[in-house]
């Protein structure tokens, strides 16, 4: 009986050295697992060596306007760097802000936005290669492009840079950053890159079918750029759903990111109009551009206000859509920018932009997060989703609004197909072609990618640090008191008429989180 007591604690004994030791081994797996397979910054270092290597073999400065035999004369720089700074701006500044609204994501926001732009930048370049020198200053010519290449790279092989290649890899970071506002807070960054280096190069093919090879006009891109940036976000998401994404505590703002919202919402709003002038060709098309995206931003904001607190449950402002749903204008105009000949078509486009994003935050979001499990961090369906979708249509009641004549030299910069005999319902079917097929293949690509970043050997996020730095960025000593303090007080229904013992409850979460930070 003795033997047999010895026996069985010898077996409790090993299986207990057992499990400690499988323990072991899985949490080495683990640790290897975060930090060789696609999670090391090896990776990306690799990466960006291949790009500097295809920068030297195959980019080279614009012979017309970089290289020291170049003229001197600085109009070209002078016309279009204004243009190219305010979409900087937006992009840098303006969309990183937008973006830091979560209450414990604020690093990781505005600085995985500068890292995405970046890495756009380089990729977009090699994948564009557009605009060949000898066509950038003719209003009357159509840049010219083979495969994802300038015709530039298709007779030298290099590719010519200058401020319209930057310009366009804006544009193009601009798509990025716009899927990157569906998923913030649900990608590891090794997942933000993965995503980036698969959707350039389907956004800078579709842009090239749509728009050389259906000669759709979208000046302001908000077809091939928000579209396309919206739906990929959204299919993405879709695929990578998971039940600890949605009503997760860290998914929430406070007070101060909200107002950091509020100031990238500001930059956005003053410099859109030179997102969607900097395509135009002719002067009087930049010039109507930028007054028609004002305008437009102008009603959004307007009807923002006012419809806001109509349908709000509280009857009161929310900071979600003044800080989104104002600028929805700027994207509902974009692809007309350059069309619209009449004020008011501005104005009340801007004001049924702003109107259908409230409404999309207000009733559409949650439905679709309760009926189809699709979670939207920022809520970019209703931003540039919806708004986008609205311009397509309004760009095809565009193309049979107003007869070419009027349109006089600017004809062949704005639709370039009717120059070669194509009828104004011609165009409006080719707008609503263009924007069907960006609608496809930004769905159908992003659904893909997202099945892709599922894949266990790239680096996800823990469940329970969805929306929060804390697993890749040092953070500092406030880091968990500033932020769950406002998660303990909403937790304890902390409200006015309990003044009596509010400084008890208060000091009790104070001590709270204090115990949890020590």
């Known amino acids: 009986m003795f033997l047999k007591k010895v026996s ?21 797996l683990l640790t290897l697992h975060q930090n060789i397979f696609l999670n090391n910054p090896l990776i990306q270092l690799i990466v960006h060596i291949i790009f500097i290597v295809l920068f030297g073999v195959y980019v080279s400065f614009d012979e017309l306007y970089a290289m020291p035999s170049a003229a001197n004369d600085n109009t070209y720089l002078t016309i279009k760097y204004p243009y190219y700074m305010g979409t900087h701006v937006m992009i840098f500044i303006g969309f990183a802000y937008l973006m830091a609204f979560l209450k414990r994501y604020g690093y990781s926001a505005i600085s995985i936005n500068m890292l995405l732009a970046c890495v756009t930048i380089e990729w977009a370049v090699l994948c564009r290669g557009i605009y060949p020198p000898d066509t950038v200053p003719k209003a ?27 310009l366009h890899s804006d544009f193009s970071a601009a798509c990025i950053l716009i899927s990157m506002g569906v998923v913030l807070g649900k990608l590891s960054p090794i997942q933000y890159v993965i995503m980036t280096l698969i959707e350039i190069p389907a956004a800078a093919a579709t842009e090239h079918l749509v728009v050389d090879t259906f000669q759709i006009n979208d000046a302001g891109g908000s077809i091939v750029v928000h579209v396309f940036g919206a739906y990929f976000g959204i299919a993405l998401s879709l695929a990578f759903s998971r039940k600890a994404q949605r009503a997760h505590e860290h998914d929430g703002s406070i007070y101060h990111t909200d107002m950091f919202a509020m100031l990238g919402t500001l930059f956005i709003f003053v410099n859109w109009p030179s997102l969607n002038a900097a395509t135009a060709v002719t002067a009087e098309a930049h010039h109507r551009a930028i007054i028609n995206t004002h305008l437009s931003l102008v009603g959004c904001t307007v009807a923002t206000f006012l419809v806001c607190p109509i349908f709000e449950p509280h009857k009161k402002f929310n900071m979600v859509q003044i800080a989104n749903s104002t600028i929805a204008g700027g994207v509902a105009i974009g692809t007309c920018a350059n069309v619209v000949l009449d004020p ?46 609205l311009a ?10 107003y007869p070419k004549e009027r349109f006089g030299p600017s004809l062949a ?17 080719m707008q609503l072609a263009g ?9 159908i690509i992003g659904a893909i990618t997202g099945i892709i970043l599922r894949c266990p050997l790239i680096n996800q996020v823990r469940d329970e640090e969805y929306f929060a730095d804390g697993d890749y960025f040092h953070t500092p000593d406030d880091y968990e008191f500033t932020t769950k303090i406002s998660a303990m007080v909403r937790s304890h229904h902390f409200e006015k008429e309990n003044a009596d013992n509010g400084s008890t409850v208060v000091q009790r979460m104070i001590t709270e989180v204090a115990n949890g930070v020590a």
Do not use: W
């Open 8 to 28: 069985t604690m010898r077996c409790f004994r090993l299986d207990g050295i057992y499990s400690a030791i499988h323990q072991y081994q899985f949490t080495v």
């Open 413 to 429: 910069s704005i639709y370039p197909a009717m120059m070669e005999g194509q009828t104004e319902q011609g165009q409006a079917l």
């Open 344 to 389: 008011i078509l501005s104005l009340a486009l801007g004001s049924i932009a702003g109107v259908i994003s409230v409404l999309g935050y207000i009733y559409l979001t949650p439905y679709l997060s309760a009926r189809l499990r699709l979670h939207d961090t920022c809520g970019l369906h209703n931003l540039h989703g919806m708004p986008g979708i």
């Open 392 to 401: 397509g249509l309004f760009s095809a009641v565009m193309a049979v609004a």
């Open 140 to 166: 009357s010519t159509r840049r010219k492009i083979s495969g994802f290449f300038s015709k530039s790279f298709a007779d030298t092989g290099t590719i010519s840079l200058n401020i319209d290649q930057l």
């Open 435 to 443: 924007l069907g097929t960006v609608l496809g293949i930004s769905i």
